[in-house]
């Protein structure tokens, strides 16, 4: 696929038929000048800004460069500046650990001292927030036996997920579905400010060794985005770029879902590899019967930046007055009751 990609690429360059891509490769350049915009808005205050630039720069400078080792400094002073310590102190170490200057490394060391006494809080504040999303969303019954995502008080009917409906009188308040993206994107807003695979909101993101766009919230992330689709996407991400491949939400998720599915030998291991996938639709669904805009829809939009596949929540029609809430939680979505649903009753949510 990738071969295929940059051969197409390259026919189209010579006929000139492609737009420049938003960022080429790896490049010291680039990485400087962003580092210095960076540099003026944090002078100005402006920290979300400065933290978005100093990102793209770690995103696009060289492995194991200079500018990726300036990158990490800078960002530590954004870190600090909004009292996240931790993320401070692991840019600070990462710095001086890539060799930074004498000069340099004593300013970072200051600024590592300095964060001493506020870590102990901030550990205590950090554990209250990382609650599971398992301990606040839960189910009161069973799981659904065909489509595990689901509670038990869920029933599908007629062909496939034609009609999803209350199997019982479902309460307001009940969680009705936990369901995992098959794919996820964010918006371009907040590329540079997300982990690319799992999509939680984090400050100290990791940049892909590859590409410039992918940035991770830790490793095992990156492993597993490597493992399911961005080993090949990462290849040709230049080239998706130049020709337009990326500019919509849709796009995307059907570009890493096709990557995903032929590093999985096909349409057929997409069945079987989520557990997600339950309804006899589902099963026996191509491809172009997926992504038909006659069909139910297959993407979901879960809140303002994050879009996803999810194979039974986007099957879900559309009401004015929805009886359910969608509840985006990183790449995955929560469904829960907005009024008392009774038994045999449709299903909806408001997109």
Known sequence: MAETVRAATSVLKKAKRVHPAIIDSKSKTQSIDLRKKGVKHYKAGRKRDALILYNKALAIAPNDSEEMMLAYGNRSAVMFNIRHFTACRLDINTCLAMGCPKELAMKLKKRSIATLPYLHEELKQRTARNIDINYLFDFECKRNADVPSASADVAFKGDGAKRVTAGKDIRVGAVVAIERAFVTCVTDNNTFTTCYYCNRMALRLHPCTGCCIALFCDSKCRDLCMKEYHRVECQVVDSLLMLRVYDEPASKLMTRSAIKMSLKLGWDA??????????????????????????????????????????????????????????????????????????????????
């Open 270 to 351: 997409l069945i079987t590899a989520s557990t997600e996938i339950g309804t006899s639709r589902m099963r026996t669904a191509t491809v172009r019967q997926t992504y038909n805009s006659d069909e139910p829809l297959s993407m979901l939009s879960y809140d303002d930046n994050n879009y996803g596949w999810f194979s039974m929540s986007s099957k879900l029609k559309h009401s004015c007055e929805p009886n359910l809430m969608v509840l985006g939680l990183n790449d995955s979505v929560g469904l829960v009751a907005l009024r008392t649903i009774k038994k045999g009753e449709e299903l909806t949510i408001s997109f």
